[in-house]
């Protein structure tokens, strides 16, 4: 006998399932007992079964166990007998449930693990647009700021002075921006040399002398940088002060000094 042709055919399954006729039944069990393999085939098919039965199974209502005892009381008072049989298109019925079942299972988790997958994937998406957008709100404001700095640049109402290096830094230089009528002051940083986390630059504006204070900076600032409104000055210079600056220059660490040209 060629054991795995047998198995192919179906036949187990049927015996299993009490489809087979008397005389087929009989030759079954004869030929589980002249082939060992087929008895091992045999448990296997009945357990795998066992098993699908109990994961498709569905607890009955509580209520059900007491009609059937109420149902079966009764016959016994009357002197007959309750017996259910299980045909043999319900136990296919049986077995296409648990088919349905496991499809049903598998359908369920292949499409929540889609669903997870969609989700992290549209999430993905969110995130990469917002952080698009961000950089397009960034980018825009760089070009506001540059929009800005060209119409202040091209701008007849402002001064140019330029801020050439003293000795303390001949390579430095720096430009001042500013305007008489509205007293405006922008800062543009051509040449300055990194300082440590404990300095800074200062800016200072002279008038009739005296030192103004217009604010303090770093060397990395980028475009113009709006300094403090200052009316009349006779020239700008920038020190190296501690961070936060001070209320009068340190001359020592000058860096840069430019004339205003009233002509």
Request: charged share 20%.
């Amino acid at each position: 006998m060629n054991i795995k042709e047998y198995i192919s055919t179906g036949i187990l399954e049927a015996y299993v399932l009490d489809e087979l006729s008397s005389t087929e039944r009989i030759q079954v069990e004869k030929d589980l007992t002249d082939y060992p393999q087929l008895r091992v085939e045999l448990e296997l098919i009945e357990t795998t079964l066992e098993v699908l039965m109990q994961t498709a199974s569905v607890t009955p209502r509580a209520r059900l166990k007491e009609n059937i005892l109420s149902l079966a009381g009764e016959g016994a008072k009357q002197g007959r007998i309750i017996s259910i049989a299980v045909s043999p298109m319900w136990r296919w019925a049986a077995a296409a449930s648990v088919v349905i079942a496991l499809v049903a299972s598998y359908l369920a988790f292949d499409y929540r693990d889609k669903w997870i997958s969609s989700t992290v994937a549209l999430n993905d998406l969110i995130d990469s647009n917002q952080q698009i957008a961000q950089d397009y709100n960034n980018v825009n404001q760089r070009l506001d700021k540059l929009q800005n700095d060209f119409s202040i640049i091209e701008n007849n109402a402002f001064s140019k002075i330029i801020l050439k290096g003293t000795e303390n830094n001949p390579e430095a230089l720096a430009s001042v921006y500013w305007n008489s009528a509205s007293q405006e002051v922008f800062l543009s940083i051509q040449q300055l040399k990194e300082l440590s986390a404990e300095n800074q630059f200062q800016l200072w504006a002279l008038v009739d002398g005296k030192p103004i204070d217009m604010g303090v900076f770093d060397a990395n600032s980028a475009g113009l940088l709006k300094m403090n409104l200052i009316n009349n000055p006779d020239a700008f210079a920038i020190t190296i002060e501690p961070r936060g600056g001070k209320a009068s220059p340190t001359l020592e660490t000058m860096q840069v000094i430019g004339m205003v040209n009233k002509g």
